[in-house]
């Protein structure tokens, strides 16, 4: 069965540092990997994706995330973490459903960032 | 701008009460919508796959008659919460997506809650 984990609840980090918000996977074939986040009351926001290619894959608001096959990994990271990037993030996997097939999202529990001052 | 508009943001209602949720695509035609639901610091459950001009395809557990959807053109679908109960508050949110290696865009979510 398909499924997604991000093993951290929460995660902590002062605003200028780096961050990382991990997200494991378990899919077979090739899948699609998407990270979205989410504000209080709000809808998902799209924040980047993977589908094939070159395995780190750069986003919105200066955010990337590194697939990793091996490892069947897909964290996300920035580089300087603000305090305004204090949200929910969700991983999310679907499997290629080939030409013409619109595909279910399966998605990890998601992570709390809080960046502090 | 928004992709995807969703309608109404907030609901409160009595027991008992039907309560209708658009979604809406606004710039292009979707074929496929998806309805999730959400409760309080949880992940996203999807509940169904919405199909212009055939039946919704639910997902295990979710009841077929107490959430009807019905996607009659390639913009709109709507969530009915039949004779809804204070254990059906949650938040619902809709999604679309253009082809399956594209990223889903997402309503802004309605909260519902039935006294």
């Known amino acids: 069965a398909q499924s997604v984990a991000q093993p951290e609840d929460q995660v902590n980090v002062a605003e200028g540092n780096p961050l990382t918000v991990k997200c494991t996977y378990s899919?077979?074939?090739?899948?699609?990997l998407f990270w979205y986040v989410q504000y209080p009351n709000r809808g998902l926001q799209f924040l980047l994706k993977?589908?094939?290619?070159?395995?780190l894959v750069k986003g919105s608001y200066g955010f990337e995330a590194e697939f990793n096959k091996s490892q069947t990994s897909f964290h996300l990271k920035k580089p300087s973490a603000l305090v305004s990037d204090s949200a929910l993030y969700f991983c999310?996997?679907?499997?290629?459903?080939?030409?013409?097939?619109?595909?279910?999202?399966?998605f990890g529990a998601g992570t709390r960032l809080a960046v502090h001052p | 701008g928004a992709v995807v508009s969703q309608h109404p943001s907030w609901v409160i209602c009595k027991s008992g009460t039907s309560v209708k949720i658009e979604c809406r695509s606004l710039?292009?035609?979707?074929?496929?919508m998806f309805w999730y639901r959400q409760f309080p610091k949880q992940s996203l459950m999807l509940m169904a796959t919405?199909?212009?001009?055939?039946?919704?395809?639910?997902e295990q557990g979710v009841e077929k008659d107490k959430f009807l959807i019905n996607h009659a053109s390639l913009t709109l679908s709507t969530l009915t919460v039949t004779s809804a109960h204070p254990e059906d508050s949650s938040f619902y949110i809709c999604s679309v997506s253009e082809w399956d290696n594209q990223p889903q865009h997402f309503g802004d979510g309605t909260r519902l809650s039935i006294l």
């Open positions: 993977y589908i094939t290619g070159d395995n």
């Open positions: 899919v077979s074939g090739n899948p699609y």
């Open positions: 919405s199909n212009e001009g055939s039946k919704a395809t639910y």
């Open positions: 999310a996997v679907s499997r290629p459903k080939g030409s013409g097939g619109y595909n279910k999202l399966i």
């Open positions: 710039d292009f035609q979707a074929t496929t």
